[in-house]
């Protein structure tokens, strides 16, 4: 399974947005980008994910590199519901869909 | 949004006792996993599951784990004699297709065990 890299501790103000970036120099032509978070004592979350071109909805957006080697979350408004730890998450064929994950980065979020 | 769904929220058992968790996927899902999160650490699978078989399966998931779909709707994790280090909490997740990579995965909220 090809590897993210991503910053262990990220914090934003209130109502700010807040850019989570994603390294995966690795990534195959195949593998989607996808982004989970997890809310302090809940189960991963789903955000978003994409392959090539830049995706919206309603929770984020997600930018990826034209290399497709990195990518970054973007949150356009942080929330204190928003502190949880996300994760980026490489998914190709070939397997069985499960997703691997890292440590992820970890998003407080200041009033 | 369809939730997926798992029971007991909290499970206290003694060590080498049997313990089943359970969970309720989505209900046109086909694709069905396991996961665990020891408190500090990242969440790690355990086990994929698909018509009514072991897809894959992690070094995590020995013999001492076991899966099953005992009917249309149920998913169950058991583990036969519980050690210490089995406490964690443990994570359903469910999506309608398998690999390719462009689908979501549905995570329950977690069983937590503590064994004794």
């Known amino acids: 399974d090809a590897k993210t890299t991503q910053p262990n501790s990220m914090e934003s103000n209130e109502e700010e947005p807040v850019h989570l970036p994603c390294n995966h120099s690795?990534?195959?032509?195949?593998?989607?980008i996808h982004w989970y978070r997890q809310l302090p004592s809940q189960g991963p979350e789903y955000v978003i994910h994409?392959?090539?071109s830049n995706v919206n909805n309603r929770m984020a957006s997600l930018a990826i590199a034209e290399d497709r080697k990195s990518s970054t979350l973007i949150l356009h408004r942080a929330t204190l519901r928003d502190a949880a730890v996300y994760y980026c998450?490489?998914?190709?064929?070939?397997?069985?869909?499960?997703?691997?994950f890292g440590q992820g980065t970890t998003l407080q979020v200041k009033p | 949004e369809p939730e997926v769904t798992q029971t007991p929220s909290h499970q206290v058992t003694q060590m080498g006792q049997e313990v089943i968790l359970r969970c309720v996927p989505i209900?046109?899902?086909?694709?069905f996993y396991w996961y665990r999160q020891i408190l500090g650490q990242k969440v790690e699978f355990l086990v994929s599951?698909?018509?009514?078989?072991?897809?894959?399966k992690s070094e995590i998931f020995d013999d001492q784990f076991s899966v099953e779909r005992p009917d249309g709707s149920n998913f169950t994790l058991k583990i036969r004699s519980t050690k210490l280090e089995d406490s964690a909490m443990y994570f359903c997740?469910?999506?309608?297709?398998?690999?390719?990579?462009?689908?979501?995965?549905?995570f329950g909220s977690g069983t937590q065990l503590s064994v004794l």
């Open positions: 209900s046109n899902h086909l694709y």
């Open positions: 998450i490489l998914s190709g064929s070939g397997n069985t869909g499960k997703l691997i």
């Open positions: 997740a469910s999506r309608k297709t398998g690999g390719g990579g462009n689908e979501k995965l549905f």
């Open positions: 994409g392959l090539t």
């Open positions: 690795t990534i195959s032509g195949t593998d989607y």
């Open positions: 599951f698909y018509n009514n078989e072991i897809s894959e």
